[in-house]
């Protein structure tokens, strides 16, 4: 049995087990919800008022093929084919499979993550994610203008930016002649689940303010508000349907056998990839120890003794042969 299984078993042979914490912005949460096609399409037109959605895909994000779901849309009404209905446990046992969402209409490429831990890293990841969607999107001799626009899209329960507003939209553009755009039709955009604000218009002007013109609908405000604290929303009063579908989808996958054993299996991998990269980490300081006392003149064999590692395993650190 590998660890992560030991890991699962122990989770399972606790008396019980708590998921009233996981709401939407879980990461796995949010990818399972989003396999409903009803509330995968209403969210992207949320996002995008007026984009006619055609085709949902999922992709794996290292690999060019097509995940367990396609979407498609025939007459307005959401269609799902190509569903081989494997447990999420299988699918999160893939190496490589990542939790994010590709969404493809058929003209834009959309990649949609929630985000609940502040990271500084996020635009780089942007940047990162930007290239995968780019490199899955063309095969071998096609030509770069067959690439579709892409958005990468961030919804953070944190301000990103610290400057209050509900969405954050980047795009290349020239410093030095305003309003010149790079025209290469790739966007971050960051959502923020505590914004107050649309715009800034002059000194951090509120939305309320005069001149201050919306730029998302007030459907995808009241998304973010039930994002940030979905205890506390009061969602039977809401006249916004896809917030009573995804709350009462995140109800129904805690009530489900299957999701708490994918949970519990995705949980189990996040703790063994957390361990292994603790393991990583102390070998790297004690690699950094034991050059630095071996440049001070300590024996192979005090320092294995200090660091905790055999002496074999320190000579080669330290660049001494193993036979001497």
């Not at 494997?86 to 493809?104: C, H, N, Q, S």
């Not at 969602?235 to 995140?250: C, M, W």
């Amino acid at each position: 049995m590998g660890e992560t299984e030991e890991n699962v078993q122990e989770l399972l042979s606790q008396e019980e087990v708590n998921y009233t914490h996981v709401d939407i912005t879980d990461d796995f949460m949010f990818a399972y919800v989003m396999q409903r096609p009803d509330i995968c399409i209403e969210l992207l037109e949320y996002l995008f008022p007026g984009h006619e959605i055609q085709r949902v895909v999922y992709l794996a994000a290292d690999e060019k093929s097509e995940a367990d779901i396609t979407i498609v849309v025939e007459n307005g009404v959401a269609k799902t084919y190509t569903v081989t209905q494997k447990t999420l446990a299988v699918a999160f046992g893939k190496k490589g499979i990542r939790m994010d969402v590709y969404l493809d209409d058929g003209n834009v490429v959309y990649n949609v993550e929630m985000q609940t831990t502040r990271s500084r890293h996020l635009p780089k990841r942007s940047r990162y994610y930007a290239g995968q969607v780019d490199i899955n999107q063309l095969g071998r001799g096609q030509e770069y203008d067959q690439l579709k626009p892409t958005y990468i899209i961030f919804i953070c329960k944190f301000d990103p930016f610290g400057k209050g507003l509900y969405q954050y939209t980047f795009c290349n553009k020239c410093d030095e002649v305003d309003g010149l755009q790079l025209g290469d039709e790739s966007y971050k955009l960051f959502l923020n689940t505590a914004g107050t604000k649309d715009r800034l218009d002059s000194e951090d002007s509120p939305d309320t303010a005069e001149g201050g013109s919306s730029k998302i609908s007030d459907g995808l405000k009241e998304l973010l508000k039930y994002m940030n604290n979905t205890k506390d929303y009061p969602v039977e009063s809401t006249q916004y349907d896809l917030i009573k579908k995804i709350d009462e989808a995140v109800a129904h996958a805690k009530r489900d056998e299957e999701w708490r054993l994918a949970y519990m299996t995705y949980q189990a991998n996040q703790r063994d990839a957390e361990l292994r990269g603790e393991a990583r980490g102390d070998e790297r300081r004690a690699k950094e120890s034991a050059l630095s006392m071996y440049s001070d003149g300590l024996t192979v064999e005090k320092i294995a003794k200090y660091v905790g590692y055999a002496v074999d395993v320190v000579k080669k650190w330290v660049g001494v042969s193993v036979n001497e």
